[in-house]
């Protein structure tokens, strides 16, 4: 005998069972540094003068499009600043060498200096190492503001950048340096740039210390990776091992290389993932049999970017996160 339910013409109606759920990391987005300094210089930028962050602000679109609109746009330079009319310049969260107090100052315009405190303590420690006798290897993208910064700080020809071992010019372990080969001098510490991952800078300083020990060698390593990128790194894992996410979304600007970072990482972990600058970036094709979608966001991506991907995946079906998208506490400060 077939049945056939009929509701009752005054009940609710039945919401659709969801296309599967969406787990947002519990951490994500704008880091401590970057919520700081975009603080620090919006509040300025609205009480007095533009300003001009010498560099990028931040790698992130929508980001620089307000920032513009409240008086804040970047400059290559103090003195392309000057050229477009700025009576203030300011140094961004990435930091920079001490060379740009003194143009500041030989060119006369105000300086607001924005640093991560969590940078400023890689910049120290790195004149600290180098005064003690250490060449400095700086583990990081040498092209980076923050990597530059530190080397600039450490004010040594006795420094330099490397991703791999490979990148440095020392050929041979110490004491076994052939015809042509270049050994490591006896003294060798590293620094970390502050958005890299534990796990490779672990097996970058592994390696290296095999070159430096031999011999009386002395290594040194400072893991200077920040809190605020380490919880983003364990969060990004607990998405994979506690949530079992299908799929990952990274969202952060094309430009965000710790954006780009959080999907590659995904990757390594076994899941399919994407970055992602905005929500209409997110192809259907990608969403096919996927139950569960984690969401992570790079250190430059503010909280209505999140969430505006958040609503785009409500609107394909997806149970919106219980809980929302994790709230700023405005005590908190990192450890450093
Ligand atoms: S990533 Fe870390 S060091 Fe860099 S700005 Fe953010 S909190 Fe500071």
């Known amino acids: 005998m077939v049945t056939a339910s009929v509701a009752a013409p005054n009940a609710a109606p039945v919401a659709a069972p969801a296309r599967g759920r969406i787990v947002v990391a519990d951490e994500?987005?704008?880091?401590?540094?970057?919520?700081?300094?975009?603080?620090?210089?919006?509040?300025?930028?609205?009480?007095?003068?533009?300003?001009?962050?010498?560099?990028d602000v931040i790698h992130n679109p929508q980001v620089v499009e307000r920032l513009r609109a409240r008086g804040v746009e970047g400059a290559a330079s103090v003195e392309e600043a000057v050229g477009r009319g700025f009576g203030r310049v300011a140094i961004t969260a990435h930091g920079m060498g001490p060379h740009l107090a003194k143009e500041a100052e030989s060119a006369r315009v105000a300086l607001i200096d924005t640093t991560c405190p969590l940078v400023t303590k890689v910049q120290r420690l790195a004149q600290k190492l180098v005064r003690q006798g250490y060449f400095l290897v700086v583990y990081g993208d040498g092209y980076h503001p923050e990597v530059k910064s530190v080397i600039g700080w450490a004010g040594t020809s006795k420094a330099l950048a490397a991703k791999k071992v490979a990148d440095l010019p020392w050929t041979a372990k110490r004491g076994q340096a052939g015809e042509g080969q270049v050994a490591p001098?006896?003294?060798?510490?590293?620094?970390?740039?502050?958005?890299?991952?534990?796990?490779?800078?672990?097996?970058?300083?592994?390696?290296?210390?095999?070159?430096?020990?031999?011999?009386?060698?002395?290594?040194?390593?400072?893991?200077t990776i920040c809190e605020p990128t380490s919880e983003r790194q364990s969060a990004l894992k607990r998405l994979?091992?506690?949530?079992?996410?299908?799929?990952?979304?990274?969202?952060?600007?094309?430009?965000?290389?710790?954006?780009a970072r959080l999907a590659e990482v995904g990757?390594?972990?076994?899941?399919?993932?994407?970055?992602?600058?905005?929500?209409?970036?997110?192809?259907?094709?990608?969403?096919?049999?996927?139950?569960?979608?984690?969401?992570?966001?790079?250190?430059s991506t503010p909280d209505d970017v999140i969430e505006a991907v958040v609503a785009a995946l409500v609107a394909k079906g997806y149970a919106a996160p219980e809980g929302g998208v994790r709230p700023v506490d405005p005590e908190y400060v990192p450890a450093y």
């Open 28 to 55: 994500l987005g704008y880091c401590w540094g970057v919520r700081r300094a975009l603080d620090i210089i919006t509040d300025a930028a609205d009480t007095a003068d533009p300003i001009a962050p010498i560099g």
């Open 185 to 223: 001098p006896r003294k060798v510490a590293v620094v970390s740039q502050t958005t890299k991952n534990v796990d490779e800078l672990m097996k970058f300083a592994h390696e290296l210390q095999e070159m430096v020990v031999p011999e009386g060698g002395e290594f040194r390593l400072c893991n």
């Open 240 to 259: 994979v091992e506690r949530d079992r996410v299908d799929l990952i979304l990274a969202v952060g600007g094309m430009k965000s290389s710790n954006t």
């Open 267 to 299: 990757r390594e972990l076994g899941v399919e993932a994407h970055h992602i600058e905005r929500p209409e970036d997110i192809e259907d094709a990608w969403l096919e049999r996927v139950a569960s979608i984690g969401l992570t966001a790079g250190a």
